[in-house]
């Protein structure tokens, strides 16, 4: 057994040799110039354009990218392989291409007037690469949505104090999202009444848990359970249980909601009520993994109770690489982040040296997440064999264990990170569902069909994202779906790189293309291969080629099977051709310069 906070020194100390060293190279690289006007000064409207301080920028773009999935992906691949394998990625690879890629794609977005990844790798190869990326997003967001919403309804079977807390949380938000702009009264009263209410929320959930049918065995005997002991008809009751399949479709619907929502009605104040989760929840970890070890319990600290390897070949039965890449994606490396950092974040930087704090050390923030999940996994260590549904609650459990450093009983702190993980959950769900309208808004531009109308439509769009999300949910294969979404979101991350690096070889030809073009390059090879191994080995030949499968298998286990490999096969090829048009524009752009020291970008006129 080894020491938690040993995991925790390790991380910190690279992702500082990180910060102070590699991403002041970079901020040189990219020449970042506090002279040169912003985006959000050249086009301040008030409304979308708008600079922001840096701390309340920083907090507004961490709390964007810090949803579910770096708490997810660790404590899964801690579970299959080890906490070993699952710590070196996230403490190597998060400095050396999460952050750079986070970093680099706000870096673009500046020098593009705060335009989208779409937008720049238009600008360079054209209308019908701008068209592929952004329907590789749309087709990434989607499973976004699948997998938050199935996580979100396998905490609430776990913890249905959660499910309670984290209706008394949305409704706080509405009312203070009417608290702040309807009625226009004071933000700092307002803000220390709604977060103690929050916390009082927590409280509330432990006195009253609600469930839609019988939870899970650690439900408390107390919870009030809706419709009884049935729903086993349920889609994905057999694989999840039969609440758990219950909250899928609301869950749905409320992002579906949500979405369509004015974002002064839920979005923003319940980001804003989030932040406080996110500083007591993960802050407070950090500081109790060191309380626990050098004051309340230096005798007994806090230890990893999960082997640290498994073997290449996991519990799971499924192998180290690819897999491992593509099953921890957000922690590491996230291509969701490039939409948030070329779609609102660089709309809002003050001055260009915030980016450095902002793009790189907002990525380093979120591995400090992933590495809080993977330190109370291996605390509580799991039984693989009870898979997802047990792997995932162990955040809640863990993290109250390590909180009862501080004297804080693991009745309350364990439903307490419960509400941290679904507040991010619920969070990164409905902004995805908005994110692919806006996306799908401007693949279609002006509508001239009925058809187009029905997708580009707010209520529309969410329906064609939830249904095959749903139909994805179904198949009750979790770890075939999350690592479907890893290596959809690793890929859009290998895209935005590519976006990134066609920028530089534009910019100038003197720009070595080594510190975006090798990321780009070992993340689109990982994670096709990944991918292919999901098509072919566990959907083709673990389930359609295998007799007991499909003789046992039902409807709807067989249409999520067929839209995995649709979706997989489509994301390979859109993102293969992108990555030839890229490349050709790069040989263009260096050919054509004949060392006159490249061409400029559009916007450096």
Same mark, same amino acid.
């Given at each position: 057994? !080894?020491?938690?906070?040993?995991?925790?020194?390790?991380?910190?100390?690279?992702?500082?040799?990180?910060?102070?060293?590699?991403?002041?190279?970079?901020?040189?690289?990219?020449?970042?110039?506090?002279?040169?006007?912003?985006?959000?000064?050249?086009?301040?409207?008030?409304?979308?354009?708008?600079?922001?301080?840096? @701390?309340?920028?920083?907090?507004?773009?961490?709390?964007?990218?810090?949803?579910?999935?770096?708490?997810?992906? @660790?404590?899964?691949?801690?579970?299959?392989?080890?906490?070993?394998?699952?710590?070196?990625?996230?403490?190597?690879?998060?400095?050396?291409? %999460?952050?750079?890629?986070?970093?680099?794609?706000?870096?673009?977005?500046?020098?593009?007037?705060?335009?989208?990844? %779409?937008?720049?790798?238009?600008?360079?190869?054209?209308?019908?690469?701008?068209?592929?990326?952004?329907?590789?997003?749309?087709?990434? =967001?989607?499973?976004?949505?699948?997998?938050?919403?199935?996580?979100?309804?396998?905490?609430?079977?776990?913890?249905?104090?959660?499910?309670?807390?984290?209706?008394?949380?949305?409704?706080?938000?509405?009312?203070?999202?009417?608290?702040?702009?309807?009625?226009?009264?004071?933000?700092?009263?307002? #803000?220390?009444?709604?977060?103690?209410?929050?916390?009082? %929320?927590?409280?509330?959930?432990?006195?009253?848990?609600?469930?839609?049918?019988?939870?899970?065995?650690?439900?408390?005997?107390? #919870?009030?359970?809706?419709?009884?002991?049935?729903?086993?008809?349920?889609?994905?009751?057999?694989?999840?249980?039969?609440?758990?399949?219950?909250?899928?479709?609301?869950?749905?619907?409320?992002?579906? =909601?949500?979405?369509?929502?004015?974002?002064?009605?839920?979005?923003?104040?319940?980001?804003?009520?989030?932040?406080?989760?996110?500083?007591?929840?993960?802050?407070?970890?950090?500081?109790?993994?060191?309380? %626990?070890?050098?004051?309340? $319990?230096?005798?007994?600290?806090?230890?990893? $109770?999960?082997?640290?390897?498994?073997?290449?070949?996991?519990?799971?039965?499924?192998?180290?690489? @690819?897999?491992?890449?593509?099953? =921890?994606?957000?922690?590491?490396?996230?291509?969701?982040?490039?939409?948030?950092?070329?779609?609102?974040? *660089?709309?809002?930087?003050?001055?260009?040296?915030?980016?450095?704090?902002?793009?790189?050390?907002?990525?380093?923030?979120?591995?400090?997440?992933?590495?809080?999940?993977?330190?109370?996994?291996?605390?509580?260590?799991?039984?693989?064999?009870?898979?997802?549904?047990?792997?995932?609650?162990?955040?809640?459990?863990?993290?109250?264990?390590?909180?009862? *450093?501080?004297?804080?009983?693991?009745?309350?702190?364990?439903?307490?990170?419960?509400?941290?993980?679904?507040?991010?959950?619920?969070?990164?769900?409905?902004?995805?569902? &908005?994110?692919? &309208?806006?996306?799908?808004?401007?693949?279609?531009?002006?509508?001239?069909?009925? !058809?187009?109308?029905?997708?580009?439509?707010?209520?529309? $769009?969410?329906?064609?994202?939830?249904?095959?999300?749903?139909?994805? =949910?179904?198949?009750?294969?979790?770890?075939?779906?999350?690592?479907?979404?890893?290596?959809? $979101?690793?890929?859009?991350?290998?895209?935005?790189?590519?976006?990134?690096?066609?920028?530089?070889?534009?910019?100038?030809?003197?720009?070595?293309?080594?510190?975006?073009?090798?990321?780009?390059?070992?993340?689109?090879?990982?994670?096709?291969?990944?991918?292919?191994?999901?098509?072919?080995?566990?959907?083709?030949?673990?389930?359609?080629?295998?007799?007991?499968?499909?003789?046992?298998?039902?409807?709807?286990?067989?249409?999520?099977?067929?839209?995995?490999?649709?979706?997989?096969?489509?994301?390979?090829?859109?993102?293969?051709?992108?990555?030839?048009?890229?490349?050709?524009?790069?040989?263009?752009?260096?050919?054509?310069?004949?060392?006159?020291?490249? &061409? @400029?970008?559009?916007?450096?006129?």
């Amino acid at each position: 057994m !080894v020491q938690v906070i040993w995991l925790v020194a390790a991380v910190v100390a690279l992702f500082t040799v990180g910060y102070f060293g590699y991403s002041r190279y970079l901020a040189q690289f990219v020449d970042l110039d506090d002279s040169r006007d912003t985006p959000a000064h050249k086009y301040e409207d008030g409304q979308e354009y708008v600079p922001a301080k840096k @701390p309340v920028l920083l907090g507004h773009h961490y709390s964007s990218i810090a949803g579910g999935a770096p708490i997810v992906g @660790p404590i899964t691949a801690g579970v299959v392989w080890g906490w070993l394998p699952a710590l070196a990625w996230i403490a190597i690879g998060n400095p050396l291409l %999460g952050s750079v890629h986070d970093f680099v794609s706000l870096s673009s977005s500046l020098r593009h007037d705060g335009k989208s990844i %779409g937008y720049i790798i238009g600008e360079y190869v054209g209308e019908r690469g701008k068209n592929m990326l952004l329907w590789f997003a749309f087709l990434t =967001i989607v499973l976004v949505v699948a997998v938050f919403a199935l996580v979100v309804a396998i905490v609430f079977n776990a913890y249905p104090e959660a499910a309670t807390a984290s209706l008394v949380y949305i409704v706080l938000a509405v009312f203070f999202g009417v608290y702040l702009y309807q009625l226009n009264l004071p933000f700092l009263p307002g #803000t220390a009444a709604f977060v103690i209410a929050m916390f009082a %929320g927590v409280y509330a959930g432990i006195q009253f848990p609600i469930a839609i049918f019988e939870p899970a065995a650690r439900a408390p005997a107390s #919870t009030l359970v809706l419709l009884g002991d049935g729903g086993a008809w349920l889609p994905g009751a057999g694989a999840f249980g039969a609440n758990a399949a219950a909250w899928v479709p609301i869950i749905l619907l409320y992002g579906a =909601i949500a979405s369509a929502l004015p974002v002064w009605v839920l979005l923003q104040p319940r980001d804003y009520l989030s932040s406080f989760l996110l500083y007591a929840g993960v802050g407070g970890s950090l500081v109790a993994i060191v309380v %626990g070890t050098f004051v309340t $319990n230096p005798t007994q600290p806090l230890v990893t $109770n999960l082997e640290p390897f498994y073997g290449f070949i996991g519990r799971s039965g499924a192998p180290l690489f @690819p897999l491992l890449f593509i099953t =921890i994606a957000c922690g590491t490396i996230s291509g969701f982040h490039s939409l948030v950092s070329s779609g609102t974040t *660089s709309k809002q930087l003050n001055k260009e040296s915030d980016a450095r704090m902002i793009g790189y050390g907002g990525m380093l923030g979120e591995g400090l997440l992933a590495t809080v999940a993977l330190a109370t996994v291996a605390i509580i260590a799991p039984d693989v064999g009870g898979g997802i549904g047990l792997a995932l609650p162990t955040f809640a459990t863990g993290g109250g264990v390590i909180l009862s *450093s501080f004297g804080i009983p693991t009745s309350f702190g364990g439903p307490f990170m419960a509400l941290v993980l679904v507040s991010f959950l619920l969070t990164s769900t409905d902004t995805a569902v &908005r994110l692919g &309208r806006y996306m799908m808004e401007e693949i279609i531009g002006t509508p001239e069909s009925p !058809v187009e109308e029905f997708a580009s439509d707010r209520y529309g $769009n969410a329906l064609v994202q939830s249904v095959p999300a749903y139909l994805l =949910i179904t198949s009750g294969s979790w770890l075939t779906l999350w690592q479907l979404f890893g290596g959809a $979101n690793q890929l859009l991350a290998a895209m935005a790189l590519l976006t990134a690096t066609v920028w530089l070889a534009n910019w100038d030809d003197s720009k070595q293309l080594l510190s975006t073009g090798g990321p780009m390059a070992l993340m689109t090879t990982i994670t096709t291969l990944g991918l292919l191994w999901l098509v072919f080995h566990d959907n083709i030949y673990a389930k359609f080629m295998n007799g007991e499968w499909m003789a046992d298998a039902g409807i709807f286990a067989i249409l999520s099977s067929v839209v995995q490999i649709v979706i997989a096969l489509v994301l390979i090829y859109l993102a293969l051709s992108l990555a030839k048009m890229g490349y050709d524009n790069i040989q263009d752009a260096r050919d054509s310069s004949g060392g006159s020291g490249g &061409r @400029p970008t559009p916007s450096d006129d």
